[in-house]
């Protein structure tokens, strides 16, 4: 990459520039302290920090060029200290992607990305989407908010989308890693902040839409919420769009007046919507199946193929993210034993994640670690009528205190048996978290008992189940730590319940 090709893809973005365009940058940074000798510093104007406030630092460091969304005499460089190059732009985020991709060889055009974006079900519908591919031999990465996988390399998700820089250098390594396909979830704020700018996409993907996000720090309203999950339709080949959401046709239109270059799928597993039957790929005959997990049965039509498959994950809702999964994979091609084989062997790290040694009752990890998800879970699981419904939960400390109230009223109303126990105390007493968690349990008459260490109280949980029961483990998930206020030591609900299990 050398400057003239970031000024050419920029086009009418640039404001002014100096310096030699034929340079080449050694790296691409938007933090000063990560900025390589003779590498490209950007500007970007955070939350928290302003990086026009530390172009000088960058220069120190060894920044060769500057990227900056204000004037250069804005940048308060010191007499004498200046960059060898400076490009000024309209929007210096959209000019980082654009750097971090040439930078990095524009990997997503080598690959074949499908993008994931919704309120909720994105971390589901990616993990059903790697899963069905893996079943037809195509080694596949993917991004996502609980681990990052860059063809068999397997590292912890700090964020959901990850800035531009880092995602370029993470696609550039899946292909490095022979991977041909990869899949991600994208975040609002990874469309409004312009961390996918610039990528490839050959397939969008539209879940939903809920009054979620709207704080100061993400989105003003949820229009603005919406324009912004929108912005992907503007930037991928072809289209999967949910029949069941009230902004299918928003999103469709988003889709036919920038995008529009390729397929537009609908997809419906409401059987009771008007427009159900128009859906490209709809479900039917929806069965729920209890065993040592929980599982769901239905019935698919598709443009490719008609089948019966298994999902092997619980709950209606994921009917309808399967249906978006088998869209993108039969877009890509894959035949439908792969894609049955996918959904059947489907798991998503701590998202009712079923520990399964054998054993006559279901044990399902999750988490779900405020009211509203524990609520719609436990709900959720009751449809699949167990003989009885063991949770086992805490709340995380220095957090609000209404969650601990809120939970556990849930739990008593939904549950047949509570077990309350520690989540991440962090710098709280566990005691005190635990009768916060009381006061809201006895606003019911759900039946419980307090065991603080939960290695304990899973362990109590798995001991007293029989054939049929639920335990239910929430609130942790996929985390594999407990923190405290001086420590934090390794713990896994599924390592733990597994051996308990074992040991039965």
């Known amino acids: 990459m050398i400057l003239r090709d970031i000024i050419e893809l920029l086009g009418g973005d640039v404001v002014a520039a100096y310096g030699d365009g034929a340079y080449a940058p050694s790296g691409v940074a938007c933090d000063h302290r990560k900025v390589a000798p003779g590498g490209l510093f950007v500007c970007i104007e955070g939350f928290v920090a302003d990086g026009h406030n530390f172009a000088a630092g960058a220069i120190e460091n060894g920044a060769a060029v500057i990227i900056t969304q204000k004037p250069a005499v804005n940048l308060n460089l010191p007499q004498g200290v200046k960059p060898a190059a400076l490009i000024q732009v309209k929007d210096s985020r959209k000019a980082l992607a654009a750097a971090a991709q040439l930078f990095y060889g524009e990997p997503t055009k080598k690959l074949s990305l499908a993008g994931i974006t919704g309120t909720k079900g994105k971390t589901t519908t990616v993990y059903m989407i790697r899963s069905i591919l893996q079943a037809a031999g ?90 912004a999950k929108k912005k992907l339709f503007g930037m991928c080949k072809n289209a999967v769009i949910n029949g069941d959401a009230a902004e299918c046709g928003a999103v469709g239109e988003m889709f036919a007046k920038n995008g529009g270059r390729g397929a537009a799928l609908i997809y419906s597993a409401d059987e009771s919507d008007i427009n159900h039957a128009r859906a490209d790929v709809r479900a039917s005959g929806i069965e729920l199946l209890r065993g040592r997990g929980a599982h769901t049965r239905f019935d698919v039509e598709t443009p490719w193929f008609n089948e019966t498959v298994t999902l092997g994950l619980p709950g209606r809702y994921n009917v309808s993210n399967a249906l978006a999964a088998i869209s993108v994979c039969g877009l890509l091609g894959i035949p439908k034993s792969a894609i049955a084989e996918g959904l059947r062997n489907a798991k998503v790290r701590g998202r009712t994640q079923a520990v399964d040694a054998g054993q006559d009752f279901t044990v399902l990890v999750d988490y779900a670690h405020n009211a509203a998800s524990l609520e719609a879970l436990l709900n959720m699981l009751r449809e699949y009528r167990f003989t009885s419904i063991t949770t086992v939960f805490g709340c995380g400390g220095n957090r609000a205190r209404d969650r601990r109230f809120d939970m556990g009223e849930v739990s008593g109303r939904l549950s047949d048996f509570t077990i309350v126990t520690s989540d991440n105390p962090r710098k709280e007493a566990p005691g005190l978290i635990i009768a916060d968690i009381e006061t809201g349990l006895r606003r019911t008459n759900g039946k419980y008992i307090k065991i603080e260490d939960r290695r304990e109280a899973i362990g109590y949980a798995i001991n007293n189940a029989v054939k049929g029961d639920l335990v239910l483990i929430a609130g942790k998930g996929h985390e594999t730590g407990q923190t405290f206020a001086d420590r934090t030591v390794p713990f896994d609900d599924v390592t733990v319940a597994n051996e308990y299990i074992l040991a039965k």
Do not use: W
């Not at 820089?165 to 022979?178: C, D, H, Q, R, Y």
């Not at 041909?180 to 312009?194: D, R």
């Open 138 to 227: 195509i080694k596949t990465g993917m991004v996502g908010t609980i681990e990052n996988d860059v063809g068999g390399e397997i590292t912890e998700a700090a964020e959901t989308t990850p800035e531009s820089v880092e995602l370029a250098a993470i696609f550039s390594k899946m292909l490095k890693n022979g991977c041909s396909h990869a899949v991600m979830e994208v975040s609002s704020q990874g469309l409004a902040l312009s961390r996918v700018g610039y990528c490839d996409f050959d397939i969008g993907v539209f879940l939903n839409l809920y009054k979620d996000h709207i704080s100061p720090h993400e989105h003003a309203n949820i229009d603005e919420y919406f324009a």
